[in-house]
């Protein structure tokens, strides 16, 4: 079975910490994908990676980075987490399918 | 942003009602994927289509892709609690060996007992 690990399924940050949410597959999967989820809007592609050390900006990049530097690791990095960011986190990866891991709810306060 | 509509957002039915949910693109789409969110979990993914017209079913469940491939359908005929949760569709774009995954805005399904 695929798994794809979120590091943190609940946090709470303050406004201005920097946050890392960390995810790990264990299926050599070259593509890597973080989205969020808010109600109404569906799933918003942040950032992809098709390999290490490579990525690209989805739809929402704004206010957010990523850190792919081992081919099962994509890190989503919030520089300043601020409240508008309150949301659950998905990573994903996969190739013709992808796979979702169990999701990271974030609170910013 | 790129995003594919989804139509309701939410829906709920009784047990044993038809259910059906739609996914519109103002593109034309190149393929076709349906995902499904039980509460509290995250999206599986339940199949893809390709093709033009393309009809498939899985049990209760049967997807459509539309003739102009800008519009996709799943109906769920006589439903049941373990229907419940939220059906996404997307697109899955190819370019240049890069994977990309459109999302519809999805829709809720709420199925009462």
């Known amino acids: 079975d695929v798994k794809v690990t979120q590091s943190s399924r609940y946090l709470v940050k303050r406004t201005g910490e920097k946050v890392f949410l960390e995810c790990v597959q264990d299926m050599d999967h070259e593509n890597m994908f973080w989205y969020r989820q808010d109600p109404g809007l569906g799933l918003r592609l942040i950032y992809f990676?098709?390999?290490?050390?490579?990525?690209e900006k989805g739809d929402i990049p704004e206010g957010y980075s990523v850190s792919r530097e081992k081919k099962e690791r994509f890190s989503l990095i919030l520089e300043s987490a601020s409240t508008n960011q309150t949301s659950m986190y998905l990573c994903a990866s996969g190739g013709n399918t992808i796979y979702f891991g169990e999701g990271s709810w974030l609170t910013v306060v | 942003g790129q995003q594919v509509m989804q139509i309701p957002q939410y829906q709920h039915v009784q047990e044993g009602e038809d259910f059906t949910t739609y996914c519109n693109s103002s593109t034309t789409l190149s393929n076709i994927q349906w995902y499904k969110q039980r509460p509290g979990g995250h999206p599986v993914f339940l199949i893809q289509l390709v093709k033009s017209g393309e009809v498939k079913k899985q049990k209760r469940l049967t997807f459509q892709f539309g003739e102009a491939k800008k519009n996709s359908s799943l109906h769920i005929t006589a439903t049941q609690t373990t229907d419940v949760g939220t059906y996404f569709c997307?697109?899955?774009?190819?370019?240049?060996?890069?994977?990309?995954?459109?999302f519809g805005t999805g829709t809720r399904l709420k199925v009462l007992a």
């Open positions: 997307a697109e899955l774009r190819t370019t240049s060996g890069t994977y990309k995954y459109i």
């Open positions: 990676s098709y390999d290490v050390k490579m990525k």
